[in-house]
């Protein structure tokens, strides 16, 4: 099953995303033809913090689902091959309840997201896809309720914090508006780290990529102050990195021995310029070193 950088990034990033607060199954096998559902998802029950932080997405996933994002507009054929797969998927899972003996809850019977960058009126109303104005943002559309399926168009959402985890995976400005929000997140957030790292490989999977289209370079473009950063922080830790090595060979060299003590203060040490600490630690005695830079001084 082949994947391009799109598919490989949104499989990640959703399963990074929903994996605290429920089950995650990327290529769900779906019997009869042997399709592949992008992200098969079924809550778990924790804290309503686990979910909020996740915002649209968490208020979508509380209850099992597929979800298929596009990076183009799909058309009437590809909605309705996701509308096949939730088909099939419901027939397993009733065959499975029938077998055990068992009845599966309205509420519990799968839903199907389909995350698209743009949709037109027409083929919206050609599934019969509307908004709920009183309970759902704008760019969320239902199809008819027997379906149990929604079209949310990624463009049309409101550029809140409450929909940036969704925004991330749609095309252009609204796409790089998206990103730079999150950059702009606290670097002690919690998926802070994770999502920097699939967006910078997502990045990098695009430069390998040759004769890239107009699209590719766009968001190619939109990741680089991304990639650029993280470039940077690699560059820095690896500086860190060398200079904790330096001062730990230079205490060896000394002392003949890093023991628990001297290691305790190479944090403080490396924070000086090495023109700094290479003086001193060539010529401080341990327990002028040990004073100076000891934690509980």
Same mark, same amino acid.
């Given at each position: 099953?082949?994947?391009?950088?799109?598919?490989?990034?949104?499989?990640?990033?959703?399963?990074?995303?929903?994996?605290?607060?429920?089950?995650?199954?990327?290529?769900?096998?779906?019997?009869?033809?042997?399709?592949?559902? !992008?992200?098969?998802? =079924?809550?778990?029950? =924790?804290?309503?913090?686990?979910?909020?932080?996740?915002?649209?997405?968490?208020?979508?996933?509380?209850?099992?689902?597929?979800?298929?994002?596009?990076?183009?507009?799909?058309?009437? !054929?590809?909605?309705?091959?996701?509308?096949?797969?939730?088909?099939?998927?419901?027939?397993?899972?009733?065959?499975?309840?029938?077998?055990?003996?068992?009845? $599966?809850?309205?509420?519990?019977?799968?839903?199907?997201? $389909?995350? =698209?960058?743009?949709?037109? =009126?027409?083929?919206?109303?050609?599934?019969?896809?509307?908004?709920?104005?009183?309970?759902?943002?704008?760019?969320?559309?239902?199809?008819?309720?027997?379906?149990?399926?929604?079209?949310?168009?990624?463009?049309?959402?409101?550029?809140?914090? !409450?929909?940036?985890?969704?925004? $991330?995976?749609?095309?252009?400005?609204?796409?790089?508006?998206?990103i730079q929000e999150f950059n702009a997140l606290p670097d002690d957030h919690?998926?802070?780290?994770?999502?920097?790292?699939?967006?910078?490989?997502?990045?990098?999977?695009?430069?390998?990529?040759?004769?890239?289209?107009? !699209?590719?370079?766009?968001?190619?473009?939109? &990741?680089?102050?991304?990639?650029?950063?993280?470039?940077?922080?690699?560059?820095?830790?690896?500086?860190?990195?060398?200079?904790?090595?330096?001062?730990?060979? &230079?205490?060896?060299?000394?002392?003949?021995?890093?023991?628990?003590?001297?290691?305790?203060?190479?944090?403080?040490?490396?924070?000086?310029?090495?023109?700094?600490?290479?003086?001193?630690?060539?010529?401080?005695?341990?327990?002028?070193?040990?004073?100076?830079?000891?934690?509980?001084?």
């Amino acid at each position: 099953m082949t994947q391009t950088p799109h598919d490989h990034f949104a499989k990640a990033y959703l399963e990074e995303l929903l994996s605290p607060i429920g089950q995650v199954t990327p290529n769900l096998p779906i019997k009869a033809e042997t399709r592949y559902a !992008d992200i098969w998802f =079924v809550p778990e029950s =924790v804290e309503e913090s686990e979910r909020a932080y996740l915002g649209l997405l968490g208020k979508l996933t509380t209850t099992p689902c597929l979800i298929e994002p596009f990076r183009n507009p799909a058309d009437e !054929d590809q909605i309705l091959d996701c509308v096949g797969k939730l088909i099939s998927l419901r027939r397993e899972l009733l065959r499975k309840a029938n077998r055990e003996k068992r009845t $599966i809850p309205p509420e519990f019977m799968p839903r199907l997201w $389909i995350l =698209v960058p743009s949709a037109s =009126v027409e083929l919206r109303r050609e599934f019969g896809a509307n908004r709920r104005k009183r309970t759902w943002e704008s760019g969320i559309y239902h199809h008819p309720n027997a379906y149990r399926t929604g079209l949310i168009v990624l463009h049309q959402l409101p550029q809140t914090p !409450d929909t940036l985890w969704l925004r $991330i995976l749609g095309r252009g400005r609204s796409q790089k508006k998206a990103i730079q929000e999150f950059n702009a997140l606290p670097d002690d957030h919690r998926m802070k780290e994770i999502v920097l790292e699939l967006l910078t490989e997502w990045r990098t999977m695009i430069e390998l990529r040759r004769n890239l289209t107009e !699209d590719e370079e766009e968001l190619f473009m939109n &990741l680089s102050p991304i990639y650029l950063q993280r470039r940077q922080e690699w560059r820095e830790e690896g500086r860190e990195e060398e200079r904790r090595s330096t001062i730990e060979s &230079l205490l060896m060299s000394r002392f003949n021995a890093l023991d628990s003590e001297l290691a305790g203060i190479v944090d403080r040490i490396a924070t000086l310029p090495p023109n700094e600490f290479t003086p001193i630690l060539l010529s401080a005695s341990r327990e002028e070193l040990l004073r100076q830079f000891s934690t509980i001084n």
